[in-house]
């Protein structure tokens, strides 16, 4: 589904509220699927994470904030890799994509809970290596890698790049060449599936710019290229299908192409590959109708997928890596922002919508506008007992389509200078935050154990005017 070019304000015709959100029974009651799991309601009514009031986080932070439940955020990291590690006994590789949000605390949490990392650009690799990231443990991606980029790459020293396009292998190859080393790499395979999402992010299907195409013979090309350089040395292969996906059905039919290209590669090269990378695209709950599985649950469907096709075609169950970088970094933070204007709009039918705007927006989480997303969204600083009413969490941008949450019930009696949260907004909201209207992007606060410390600073209009040059 395309957002409407306008933006979702004239997508929303018929009935204000949409089939799957009903009236809450309990307005102030927190959806265990939708917060990290150090966030509750303390005594007072307040919203607490790790023992951190939030009043104490606007305070000494400002609104809005980002604000990681470290402990959380780890937790979801480690339950990946002790999943995937029970599951494969061959052995499996876990790497935090790092799009979904990197910085280097970040960085440094998953590399201690015994992951790998994925970059895809020279500024992530920037931020992983700062982080003292060490190269082994980096794999780098993207379909247009510069020749800069990948020299850094070599020079970190990674432990594979993800090869995008014949171009790359050449350059490649060259560069290693001329450094006197051996680069490790994984060839990307587009399988032809297309994942259940948004188009935007369903990145397997054929017509689209990443990897080679199976189906074309590039794949297998690919392939033959890179066992043809001697300064490439070729792990496995790889295959991402989309992001937010539910339904392990994508992988199986992803996991039997590519397994099936492993076999031919067997066959006619007589290698057998090391390594099946599967990618990332693990979905989570942003509203009461998402019901995403455990990692424990991923990781068995997968090992038994992954069993049977290689049974099926006569190899060894590979090393298996996996990508996810929203179901780590998604749950794990809200947004907390401050209340401001409050106004009612009569729909028809004597329908009314609230619109809440807050101190923030599209610049800090351009998810709703760009994709159609839907969040949830809870009065933070207090509780209250006013009947909930359909409601619609704005930004203060100059845009009619400048929405956060587009449909939640909120508390009826909302008013400036309350704080209010909107949960899983760690992954692709920092790390797709823009300045528009030349609004500084949010810090990004970790919280641990009663101690709230900033991880990113937020930007100040100083900031913003340092650039302009005039
Ligand atoms: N691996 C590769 C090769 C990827 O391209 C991606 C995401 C991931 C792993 C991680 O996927 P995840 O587990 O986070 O779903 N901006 C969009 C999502 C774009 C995803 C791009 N690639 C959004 O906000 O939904």
């Not at 003292?132 to 790049?161: C, D, F, Y």
């Not at 991402?240 to 039997?256: N, P």
């Not at 455990?294 to 997928?305: G, K, M, N, V, Y």
Request: proline share 4%; aromatic share 6%; glycine share 12%.
């Amino acid at each position: 589904m395309h957002a409407h070019e306008a933006g979702a304000l004239h997508a929303d015709v018929g009935q204000p509220v949409p089939g799957w959100l009903s009236v809450p029974n309990d307005v102030n009651a927190l959806l265990p699927q939708l917060w990290a799991t150090g966030v509750a309601r303390q005594p007072d009514g307040e919203l607490a994470v790790a023992g951190v009031a939030v009043s104490r986080i606007a305070e000494q932070f400002g609104t809005p904030a980002y604000v990681v439940d470290e402990a959380d955020l780890r937790a979801r990291a480690r339950g990946f890799r002790t999943a995937f590690e029970a599951s494969f006994p061959g052995g499996a590789d876990v790497y935090y994509a790092g799009k979904a949000f990197l910085s280097t605390a970040v960085a440094r949490w998953v590399l201690e809970e015994g992951l790998h990392l994925d970059v895809c650009t020279g500024g992530e690799l920037a931020v992983a290596l700062r982080a003292g990231v060490p190269g082994a443990r980096i794999g780098m991606h993207g379909n247009n890698k510069s020749r800069a980029e990948l020299v850094e790459a070599i020079e970190a020293g990674v432990g594979r790049v993800i090869l995008d396009s014949f171009e790359e292998i050449e350059t490649l190859a060259g560069l290693a060449g001329e450094r006197g080393v051996r680069v490790p790499v994984l060839v990307r395979v587009t399988v032809g599936v297309e994942a259940h999402t948004h188009e935007y992010i369903a990145t397997a299907h054929e017509d689209q710019k990443f990897g080679f195409s199976l189906a074309g013979g590039q794949a297998a090309e690919a392939v033959r290229r890179v066992l043809a350089s001697p300064q490439l040395r070729l792990l496995g292969l790889h295959s991402h299908i989309g992001s937010q996906i539910f339904d392990d059905a994508g992988f199986e039919v992803s996991a039997r192409r590519v397994i099936g290209l492993a076999a031919r590669v067997r066959d006619v090269h007589g290698v057998e590959l090391e390594e099946l990378d599967l990618g990332g695209g693990f979905g989570i709950a942003y509203t009461s109708q998402d019901d995403p599985a455990t990692p424990a649950e991923h990781a068995s469907r997968l090992a038994e997928i992954v069993e049977h096709e290689c049974r099926g075609f006569g190899l060894g169950v590979p090393r298996v890596c996996v990508e996810p970088g929203r179901a780590i970094a998604g749950p794990a933070v809200f947004t907390l922002y401050r209340v401001g204007v409050v106004k009612t709009v009569e729909l028809d039918a004597g329908a009314r919508r609230s619109y809440v705007s807050v101190d923030g927006g599209m610049s800090d989480n351009i998810r709703t506008a760009l994709y159609d997303a839907s969040y949830s969204a809870a009065l933070a600083s207090r509780t209250s007992a006013a009947e909930p009413v359909l409601s619609r969490v704005v930004g203060k941008h100059c845009e009619a389509g400048d929405i956060v949450v587009k449909d939640e019930f909120l508390p009826g009696d909302l008013v400036a200078g309350d704080l209010l949260a909107v949960p899983g907004t760690g992954a692709y909201c920092r790390s797709m935050a823009s300045n528009y209207n030349h609004v500084p992007r949010p810090p990004v606060v970790a919280v641990r154990d009663g101690q709230a410390r900033l991880i990113v600073r937020g930007e100040t209009i100083e900031d913003l005017l340092r650039l302009d040059v005039g």
